[in-house]
């Protein structure tokens, strides 16, 4: 009898010990996976609420992102010294987002880009636009994914924190035809500086796509000085040239010879200034860059910028066939975050894309989408410091 109860609390604490080791191993696990955090971010001006989900990992990095537009509000990485500061342009409140016309951190869609005239044709018939960018359509139009209320669910793995946001665009929405199903995931690995954004959609008609992510980065910190002495490479050997109203002409013009040249790693100021046509039309860069690429649907290294200041390095992989390099040339010094001032150059944007205008350029890599086809496609904003 006596060896029978000894037995019974032997057998009793073994169950405790490994209930509390289980536990501990689900903790620490927990605790290497990261976390994400939900908050209110207030209420549009029509009344639907919205969240803000911060995501952080133990590398450092945090990345914030609300369900309005789908936007990468803040994103936070370490310096060379382990310092993690904020490196994308933006608002502290939604109501800056709501007025905002920059499209910061936003999702952009339908079509990214411009639309040339406000019109493309499928099979024949012509679909009209909105233009809201002189004689043009950009970024989707006047309420582009930008300014739309996304539905977000919080996805954990052991692998890092994911957030999915999901919008169906309604057929004829800003002029385009086909209910439009979209889906946004956005994952912060555990164990390494990324942002990862994958994109997927489907279609009930023939349409038009364009998605990509339009956050501002400044990789010596949001509202710190201009981005002239950040150091670029682009891997492309040909770009898109434009004209006045920065419409594809068509061409595929070699970079070489040219200040589209960033095969070699240069600085973004050295030519920025210089009198060629291009720049003259851009006030700056602001060009679709074709992308060098191993083939097939896989990741490719697009672009990698570099701050000598803080050290910070981000590189750009996408299965996407180009991207647009902008430099801020168009912000006017209005407030942001802090009420600090980002003036022109305060950031440069490198949208993963396919080409301006491709509906109207049967040359140029195809945006149709059709019924039970699928779109898929995937970024990565790759962070270190050195």
Known sequence: MINAKRNARTLLCALILIGGLSLASSLSSQGMRGTIKKESFG????????????????????????????????????????????????????????????????????????????????????????????????????????????????????????????????????????????????????????????????????????????????????????????????????????????????????????????????AIGKRINESDEQLVFGKGYDHNWVLTRAGGSELSIAAEAYDPKSGRKLEVLTTEPGVQFYSGNFLDGAKGKGNKPYPQRAAFCLETQHFPDSPNHPNFPSTLLKPNAGFHSQTVFRFSAK
Do not use: C
Not at 197 to 215: E, F, Q, R
């Open 43 to 266: 209420k549009t001006t029509g009344g639907e609420q919205i969240d803000i989900y911060t995501l952080s990992n133990k590398k450092g990095m945090e990345v914030a992102i609300t369900n309005f537009g789908a936007t990468v509000v803040t994103l936070k990485v370490p310096d060379r010294a382990g310092k993690a500061t904020d490196i994308v342009l933006g608002y502290d409140t939604l109501d800056g987002y709501e007025k905002g016309t920059s499209y910061f951190g936003a999702t952009v869609g339908r079509y990214g880009n411009r639309i040339a005239g406000g019109k493309f044709s499928i099979d024949g018939k012509t679909y009209t636009l909105p233009k809201n960018n002189g004689e043009n359509t950009l970024h989707g139009g006047i309420v582009g994914f930008n300014k739309k209320v996304w539905k977000a669910r919080e996805i954990a793995s052991k692998g890092g924190e994911s957030l999915e946001m999901t919008y169906l665009s309604a057929d004829g929405e800003e002029g385009f035809p086909g209910n439009l199903s979209t889906k946004v995931v956005f994952t912060l690995p555990a164990d390494r500086n990324e942002l990862k954004i994958d994109y997927t959609a489907t279609t009930d008609k023939d349409t038009v796509l364009n998605l990509t992510n339009h956050s501002y980065f400044n990789l010596a910190g949001e509202g710190n000085g201009d981005i002239l002495d950040h150091v670029m490479t682009l891997h492309a050997k040909q770009f898109t040239p434009v004209d006045k109203g920065l419409i594809p002409t068509g061409e595929l013009k070699n970079v070489a010879g040219t200040p589209m040249d960033f095969n070699n790693a240069t």
